[in-house]
Nanobody, 121 residues
């Protein structure tokens, strides 16, 4: 089992910045990818940013140029720096990790508990 603990989030006015952090712990053999998803009220959960173990980062089009994600493989942590926040960024943000153990083809998905980000206009 892997536990993902998030920190950060909160309330900010439009144009402001927030930083989210996530740390993974537990029975970790290899984290193939680590990143962030978000879910706004009445909407499906969507990808925000994800980083592979070799450092390839994918961002949602809606956050490109505003959000930056970074990962520390040695510490099993991932961060999300959110700048120029907009009201439409309001959502619960979830840390995500895709983990493998002895079989590299057998992948497991883990989620954090979620942290609220609210951007007021």
């Amino acid at each position: 089992q892997v536990q993902l603990v998030e920190s950060g989030g909160g309330w900010v006015q439009a144009g402001g910045s927030l930083r989210l952090s996530c740390a993974a712990s537990g029975s970790i053999f290899s984290i193939k990818a680590m990143g962030w998803y978000r879910q706004a009220p009445g909407k499906q959960r969507e990808l925000v940013a994800i980083i592979t173990s070799v450092g390839v980062t994918t961002y949602a089009d809606s956050v490109k140029g505003r959000f930056t994600s970074s990962r520390d493989n040695a510490k099993n942590t991932v961060n999300l720096q959110m700048n120029s926040l907009k009201p439409e960024d309001t959502a619960v943000y979830y840390c995500y990790a895709r983990v493998t153990y002895t079989d590299p083809n057998d992948e497991y998905n883990y989620w954090g508990q979620g942290t609220q980000v609210t951007v007021s206009s």
